[in-house]
C-alpha cells in the first residue's frame, strides 16, 4: 500500500513539472489533461491568473493502481521574459 502511494504521488509531481513546462512554453496555457507515465498516469489542471494575475495554479492528480495522490503548486510567470518560478507546491486532500 505504501508502495503505491509513494508512485501515485510520484506520478502527481510528474504532472505539477509537466505543467509548468507547458506554461513555460505557452504563458497563456489553461487547460485540464491527462498525463500517462509508463503504468500510472496523472490528471492535470493549469488555471491562468489564478490566485492572482501573473500566476498560475496547477493541480495535479496521480494514480497507481487504487492508490490516488494531489498536489497542487502556485507558479509566478514572468510576461515579459516568461520565467516561471514556483512558489509553492502541497500534498492536498482528495
Not at 509531481?13 to 507547458?22: E, N, P, Q, R, V
Not at 496547477?58 to 515579459?80: F, N, P, Q, Y
Request: hydrophobic content about 40%; glycine content about 8%.
Amino acid at each position: 500500500g505504501a508502495n503505491l502511494g509513494l508512485r501515485a504521488l510520484s506520478a502527481a509531481k510528474s504532472g505539477i513539472y509537466d505543467g509548468m513546462m507547458k506554461v513555460a512554453r505557452d504563458k497563456d496555457f489553461n487547460t485540464s489533461y491527462s498525463l500517462s507515465i509508463g503504468a500510472y498516469s496523472a490528471a492535470v489542471s493549469v488555471y491562468k491568473d489564478t490566485p492572482t494575475v501573473g500566476k498560475s495554479k496547477i493541480t495535479s492528480t496521480g494514480s497507481a493502481l487504487t492508490r490516488r495522490k494531489k498536489i497542487e503548486a502556485i507558479v509566478s510567470v514572468d510576461s515579459t521574459t516568461g520565467l516561471i518560478k514556483l512558489e509553492s507546491m502541497v500534498e492536498a486532500a482528495l
